[in-house]
Nanobody
Framework: QVQLVESGGGSVQAGGSLRLSCAVSGYIGNYYRYCMGWFRQAPGKEREVVATIDAYLNTNYGDSVKGRFSISRDNAKNTLDLQMNSLKPEDTAMYSC?????????????????????WGQGTQVTVSS
């Protein structure tokens, strides 16, 4: 049973930083082979891709977070992180980590969600102005 548990969310003022973490269990030893991603969903909006990282450590970011957010993974610890800097009120959302396909991540972020099979419960990020 694959399990993903997020942590690190909270409330912060605009311009501040937060670091989210995702602990992955259930397929110890194979974690490094999978594409991983961070997604977010704001109230009344569709879920969107924030960032992905593949088995080769190639990263991809949504346009709205490029230059501000950084995704990383620790394959020894089976964890996935998201460093969020220069936060804006529009970054307020529920952030979830997810496991994608083997090795490579979807190139088209607009349709990537369908390729992620396992999801965490999410952690809330609130940015005040």
């Amino acid at each position: 049973q694959v399990q993903l548990v997020e942590s690190g969310g909270g409330s912060v003022q605009a311009g501040g930083s937060l670091r989210l973490s995702c602990a992955v269990s259930g397929y110890i030893g194979n974690y490094y082979r999978y594409c991983m991603g961070w997604f977010r969903q704001a109230p009344g909006k569709e879920r969107e891709v924030v960032a992905t990282i593949d088995a080769y450590l190639n990263t991809n970011y949504g346009d709205s977070v490029k230059g501000r957010f950084s995704i990383s993974r620790d394959n020894a610890k089976n964890t996935l992180d998201l460093q969020m800097n220069s936060l804006k009120p529009e970054d307020t959302a529920m952030y979830s980590c997810a496991r994608g396909p083997l090795f490579n991540c979807p190139v088209n972020l607009g349709t990537a969600e369908k390729d992620f099979a396992y999801w965490g419960q999410g952690t809330q990020v609130t940015v005040s102005s």
